[in-house]
C-alpha cells in the first residue's frame, strides 16, 4: 500500500499570501495519478486537482498542482478567506490511499 | 444534477449489526465505481474499498478486509456499507464518493461527487 506523507500539519498564514503544501509518496505514483482534495468544517471533500497538476471544473486558477513520481506540491497563489480549511492528498495508482491532511488556519 | 444521497445518522450499541446506504441519481448508477471513505472524529480521510455495481466487484483496503462489507443492488442505484459487530472504534462519519471524474472525453478515478456523510454512534 502507497503511504502519502503530507506537510506541513498547520499552515499559519494570512490572506493573500502564498501557500505551498507537500505530499510525499512511499513509492512512485504511477502516471502522476495523485490528486488534491479541500474540506471544510462539516462538509465533504471537495476536489481540486487530479492527475498531478489538472484542475478540476469550476476551480479557480490560484490553485496549482505539480509533482511526479514520490513528490507533490500544492499551491494556493494568493489565499482568499474561504480557503482556510484542511487539504488531503490521495494517490489513485495503486488502490486509493489519502494523506493525513495538512491544516491551513489564518495566522 | 449527479447526486448521492446517504443514509441518516444512527446510534448503535457495541455488538450491534448496521448497514447504511448510498442512492445516487442524475446519472448511469452502473457506470461509475463507488467507494466508501472512513472520517473518524477530528481525524483524516480513509478510503475503505469501493464496488463497480455493475457487477458488484469490490475491492477493499487492507485496513478494511473482513472488517466491513460492501455490496450494491443495482436496480435501485444503491450501494451499501455494512457491519455485522460494531466496535467503539468504528465511530466516524463514513462518506460515499463516485469515482470517476470526466472531463475532455476521458474519465479520471477521482470524486468529484460526494454524499453528505452519514454519521455513526456507537455507544453503550
Known amino acids: 500500500e502507497i503511504v502519502l506523507t503530507q506537510s506541513p500539519g498547520t499552515l499559519s498564514l494570512s490572506p493573500g499570501e502564498r501557500a505551498t503544501l507537500s505530499c510525499r509518496a512511499s513509492?512512485?505514483?504511477?502516471?502522476?495519478?495523485l490528486a488534491w482534495y479541500q474540506q471544510k468544517p462539516g462538509q465533504a471533500p471537495r476536489l481540486l486537482i487530479y492527475d498531478a497538476s489538472s484542475r478540476a471544473t469550476g476551480i479557480p486558477d490560484r490553485f496549482s498542482g505539480s509533482g511526479s513520481g514520490t513528490d507533490f506540491t500544492l499551491t494556493i497563489s494568493r489565499l482568499e478567506p474561504e480557503d482556510f480549511a484542511v487539504y488531503y492528498c490521495?494517490?489513485?495508482?495503486?488502490?486509493?490511499?489519502f494523506g493525513q491532511g495538512t491544516k491551513v488556519e489564518i495566522k | 444534477e449527479v447526486q448521492l444521497v446517504q443514509s441518516g445518522a444512527e446510534v448503535k450499541k457495541p455488538g450491534e449489526s448496521l448497514r447504511i446506504s448510498c442512492k445516487g441519481s442524475g446519472y448511469s448508477f452502473t457506470s461509475y465505481w463507488i467507494s466508501w471513505v472512513r472520517q473518524m472524529p477530528g481525524k483524516g480521510l480513509e478510503w475503505m474499498g469501493r464496488?463497480?455495481?455493475?457487477?458488484?466487484?469490490?475491492k477493499y483496503s487492507p485496513s478494511f478486509q473482513g472488517h466491513v462489507t460492501i455490496s450494491a443492488d443495482k436496480s435501485i442505484s444503491t450501494a451499501y456499507l455494512q457491519w455485522s459487530s460494531l466496535k467503539a472504534s468504528d465511530i466516524a462519519m463514513y462518506y460515499c464518493?463516485?469515482?470517476?471524474?470526466?472531463?475532455?472525453?476521458?474519465?479520471?478515478?477521482?470524486?468529484?461527487?460526494w454524499g453528505q456523510g452519514t454519521l455513526v454512534t456507537v455507544s453503550s
Open positions: 464518493a463516485r469515482e470517476g471524474y470526466c472531463s475532455g472525453g476521458s474519465c479520471y478515478l477521482v470524486s468529484q461527487h
Open positions: 490521495q494517490q489513485y495508482g495503486s488502490s486509493q490511499t
Open positions: 513509492q512512485s505514483v504511477s502516471s502522476s495519478y
Open positions: 464496488i463497480d455495481p455493475s457487477d458488484s466487484y469490490t
